[in-house]
């Protein structure tokens, strides 16, 4: 059995602290969302808590995504081809991908001006492919860094949160379409 | 009564006067009597309407004290006094006039106000009357003060029958008289609802001494009830939505950069 590992779990009261901040900075920024908050102040800690509780996620499934959207995949889209499944050695490489929160309040949909970036460095990771489909991940290791982005241009430096050993075989919760 | 009797001797003036023009006229005769001594002189002439005329027209009081009210009111209102009578009670025969304001020989305009102090005919009430205590007058009316008049009905008897007036009298003023009201604090007191807010502490204080312990649990059950209700006050306040309303984070996933230094794919682990 794979044991998931959960973004939020791995993120330290400062990382939080900051996420928060950044959010209600963004919310701010926001119009309609700040003339709720005005309204309502306790709404501004809502909008901030939310935030961080909306980062439970997995982060190598959410990593995953550049695997199946990558060129040198592509030749094993069809999902016709195989019984079993094929197990690709990778090399060194990594992954970004941004994470944007959005405020539902009641009704009303607010996408916060501001994003987590979540990266992953791996090596030696294995991916096992089945059906045009990405089933596991596993061996080698993947080290976790984030940094906050209230724009495009603007980012805190990276911070590392974790350095994970990956098992032989890490299997998502749902195969992932290569496409 | 006595305001009655007034009334129609003013009226029975003002008749007498109007049916007998023919007197005014003729006392309006004597035009060179000195105003200043004569309308304020002698009491004899000063109670004719030429009197009276002859002052109204120096625009000052005549000298009316002594004079019958019947006498002198249509004098006065043909004079253009309009005179203002008060009943007093005093032993001078009916309709006299005790005393007038403005006094005798005082500016008075036309159409101006004379008070005029009017005899009764009746003794003055005693002093004693008006300040007097519930004991001692309470009894003088017995259909009216049921409580107090079975105590002693004979003392004030005696004492209104020792007063200058005869004895009827004081009986019919009495009935009529509004200081009854004057004693009204004493009366309030003796009323027997006063009693009845002393009796509930007693009949409380005997409830609690013979039934504390259903006094205890009704207490119990009382405040239990309010505690019951203010926790559900507070469960409510608690959960209710109402006080913010729901926030929900969604995250949303841009698209996957990688990165790479060399060769993504290394092989196939069944190639090898």
């Known amino acids: 059995m794979t044991e998931h590992v959960w973004l939020d779990t791995l993120l330290d009261g400062d990382t939080k602290a900051d996420i928060e901040k950044h959010a209600a900075e963004a919310a701010d920024k926001d119009y309609a969302l700040r003339r709720l908050t005005a309204g309502l102040p306790l709404l501004r800690d809502v909008v901030a808590r939310a935030v961080s509780a909306c980062l439970h996620v997995d982060p190598l499934t959410v990593l995953a995504d550049a695997w199946c959207s990558a060129d040198d995949l592509q030749g094993y889209r069809d999902s016709t081809k195989g019984t079993k499944p094929v197990i690709l050695k990778l090399g060194a490489h990594s992954i970004e991908r941004d994470i944007r929160p959005v405020i539902t309040v009641e009704t009303l949909r607010f996408e916060l001006g501001m994003a987590v970036t979540l990266g992953g460095a791996f090596e030696g990771v294995e991916l096992s492919i089945l059906k045009g489909q990405l089933i596991s991940a596993g061996s080698g290791t993947c080290s976790l860094s984030v940094r906050l982005k209230a724009s495009e241009t603007a980012a805190t430096p990276w911070k590392t949160l974790t350095s994970l050993a990956l098992p032989a075989e890490y299997r998502f919760v749902q195969p992932l379409k290569i496409y | ?272």
Not at chain 2, 113 to 134: D, F, H, I, M, N
Not at chain 2, 145 to 159: D, G, H, N, W
């Open chain 2, 1 to 272: 009564m006595t305001k009655r009797l007034i009334a129609i001797l003013c009226l029975s003036g003002l008749v007498a006067a109007q049916a007998a023009p023919a007197f005014s006229q003729s006392a309006a005769a004597p035009k060179d009597v000195p105003a200043t001594s004569d309308a304020t002189g002698g009491r004899s002439t000063a109670c004719s309407a030429r009197w009276i005329a002859a002052a109204a027209e120096k625009q000052i009081a005549p000298n009316l004290v002594g004079c019958n009210i019947k006498d002198v009111t249509a004098p006065l209102l043909r004079a253009k006094i309009v005179p203002a009578p008060r009943e007093t009670d005093n032993t001078a025969s009916v309709g006299t006039i005790l005393t007038q304001r403005p006094a005798a020989g005082e500016p008075l305009k036309p159409f101006g106000r004379l008070t005029l102090q009017v005899s009764t005919g009746k003794a003055p009430a005693p002093a004693q009357e008006t300040p007097a205590p519930a004991t001692s007058a309470a009894p003088e009316q017995p259909p009216e003060r049921p409580p107090v008049s079975s105590a002693a009905p004979t003392e004030p008897a005696a004492a209104s029958s020792s007063a200058a007036s005869p004895a009827p009298e004081p009986a019919a003023s009495a009935e009529s008289k509004p200081p009854l009201l004057t004693d009204g604090r004493v009366e309030f007191k003796e009323v027997p609802v006063s009693a009845k807010p002393t009796d509930v502490p007693d009949s409380l204080r005997e409830f609690i001494t013979t039934y504390p312990l259903v006094l205890l649990v009704g207490l119990g059950i009382f405040f239990a009830a309010i505690a019951g209700l203010a926790m559900n006050g507070r469960k409510t306040g608690r959960t209710s939505s109402k006080v913010l309303p729901r926030v929900a984070c969604e995250a949303t996933f841009g698209p996957g950069r990688l990165v790479r230094r060399g060769p993504l794919v290394l092989g196939e682990k069944g190639d090898k």
